[in-house]
């Protein structure tokens, strides 16, 4: 399905007999470390262009963010590890901690390209392994969700255009679509938000649903495209264990070193 075909199935519906029925908050800007408390994990992904994206760590030396965040300007060719820092809680030009990147794993099914789609959202996401692990005693890595969600609210906190140097957060949105892999949310994301974590809370515990994608616009407005993330993390950290043991090993859209010519744009695209 194209974004356009996403755009009329919404506007056929979806928005009204989903959103309508619940409610959204604005964005509220995370200006110090005490609003950060909890969300440390969070971070800016920063090219060595100057452009960025935003991540999230899911183990000391793991980060989550979106696939298309590791290409370059033409979206076709890798950026290197070492040409990707990621700052955890970064805010006005200090982070809680920051590492270079050292190795980056993207799914085999994902098709990096100009050109977005919801086959390409499906699968957007890559795993990046960071040089030295962040002692958890510095920043606490967030889990994944697996299980239901009907009913749930979810939340999002990113960076972006315009907000580059500090985290906001939009404490409720709502997920108004899940089929095939794909999720849908009427979350407020920008250029820059691509990677940001999509959390849901259960209980009291918070755990991410899914990373944004890219973005798409009904006639209602716009909405943030996502994936289901178990299945394909779990692929991506057998695959950097694998590249760990065989170094040198050719693997499909897998990289160790990378296209040292793919340093990122300015803003990446959700």
């Given at each position: 399905?194209?974004?356009?075909?996403?755009?009329?199935?919404?506007?056929?519906?979806?928005?009204?007999?989903?959103?309508?029925?619940?409610?959204?908050?604005?964005?509220?800007r995370l200006g110090d470390r005490d609003d950060l408390l909890g969300r440390e994990a969070v971070g800016r992904l920063d090219h060595a262009s100057g452009g960025?994206?935003?991540?999230?760590?899911?183990?000391?030396?793991?980060?989550?963010?979106?696939?298309?965040c590791v290409y370059g300007p033409d979206r076709r060719?890798?950026?290197?590890?070492?040409?990707?820092?990621?700052?955890?809680?970064?805010?006005h030009g200090s982070a809680i901690a920051e590492r270079r990147v050292a190795r980056i794993a993207v799914p085999p099914e994902y098709q990096p390209g100009p050109r977005a789609t919801t086959a390409r959202a499906r699968h957007d996401?890559?795993?990046?392994?960071?040089?030295?692990?962040?002692?958890?005693?510095?920043?606490?890595?967030?889990?994944?969700?697996?299980?239901?969600?009907k009913g749930l609210p979810v939340s999002v906190v990113s960076y972006g255009k315009g907000r580059a140097e500090a985290l906001s957060r939009q404490r409720s949105c709502n997920m108004l679509y899940r089929n095939q892999a794909?999720?849908?949310?009427?979350?407020d994301v920008t250029f820059g938000s691509s990677g940001s974590p999509v959390f849901v809370k259960t209980g009291n515990r918070v755990r991410i649903l899914s990373v944004v994608s890219q973005m798409a616009r009904t006639g209602d407005g716009k909405v943030a495209l996502g994936m289901e993330l178990p299945a394909l993390v779990d692929?991506?950290?057998?695959?950097?264990?694998?590249?760990?043991?065989?170094?040198?090993?050719?693997?499909?859209?897998?990289?160790?070193?990378?296209?040292?010519s793919g340093t990122g744009a300015k803003f990446v695209k959700p």
């Open positions: 399905m194209s974004l356009r075909g996403l755009t009329l199935a919404l506007i056929a519906g979806l928005w009204a007999g989903t959103a309508a029925a619940q409610t959204t908050s604005g964005l509220i960025f994206c935003t991540g999230t760590l899911i183990a000391p030396d793991l980060v989550l963010t979106a696939a298309h060719s890798m950026a290197a590890p070492s040409s990707l820092t990621f700052r955890a809680g970064f805010s996401v890559a795993l990046l392994e960071l040089e030295q692990p962040i002692p958890v005693s510095e920043v606490d890595p967030f889990a994944l969700h697996s299980g239901e969600t794909l999720l849908v949310f009427d979350c692929s991506l950290k057998a695959t950097l264990r694998a590249t760990r043991q065989a170094p040198q090993a050719s693997l499909r859209r897998i990289t160790v070193g990378g296209d040292r």
